[in-house]
């Protein structure tokens, strides 16, 4: 239940500028997107990025480091939306690694969906959060219960990574440092 390099896809929840200021520990949840983004760009893992309806774009910090076209989404769960789950099926890995916002409502509802479909969930609990920190913790626990499997930004890396023999491991090791 490893994530790795081959069988892993990054999918990126919400992370707009109209909620972002309202989430608890927001800075940390960037801080630690961008460093996963650029890891996943390093290993060549594919990206997939959402944008809620109406709470503007992904925040700068993100969207320009990416630039990809997000899915512009009206559910909750990017598993209910079709473009999503063409786009999903198209990059044909089964490990998902989820970070955004918010924790109890898109994130955990992906990951629970993504899980009955039969994918592996892997949630960043250092690159999710919500507005109350209650929420958060209830929705990891929900989402463990279900079959996540929790995980932080850097210990997510350094399972991608595998060995320090890597031929990614400088670059790895300098956003680490970061």
């Excluded at 390093?42 to 709470?55: R, S």
Aim: aromatic share 4%; with cysteine.
């Amino acid at each position: 239940m490893k994530a790795n390099k081959t069988e892993s896809v990054l999918i990126v929840v919400d992370i707009q500028e109209r909620l972002s200021p309202h989430i608890k520990g927001i800075n940390e949840i960037i801080s630690n997107g961008k460093k996963l983004i650029r890891a996943c760009q390093i290993f060549g893992i594919p990206i997939i990025v959402t944008e809620q309806m109406k709470l503007g774009s992904t925040v700068k910090e993100l969207r320009e480091l990416m630039n990809i076209k997000p899915i512009e989404k009206t559910s909750f769960s990017c598993a209910e939306e079709k473009a999503f789950l063409e786009e999903l099926e198209k990059i044909k890995r089964k490990k998902c690694i989820i970070l955004g916002i918010e924790a109890h409502i898109c994130i955990c509802q992906t990951a629970l969906d993504l899980i009955s479909l039969g994918y592996e969930v892997h949630v960043v609990v250092d690159a999710i959060g919500s507005r109350k920190e209650i929420d958060k913790e209830v929705a990891i626990e929900k989402m463990l219960r279900a079959g996540a499997i929790p995980t932080t930004a850097e210990m997510i890396m350094y399972e991608l990574l595998k060995d320090a023999r890597a031929e990614e491991f400088k670059d790895i090791l300098s956003i680490v440092k970061e």
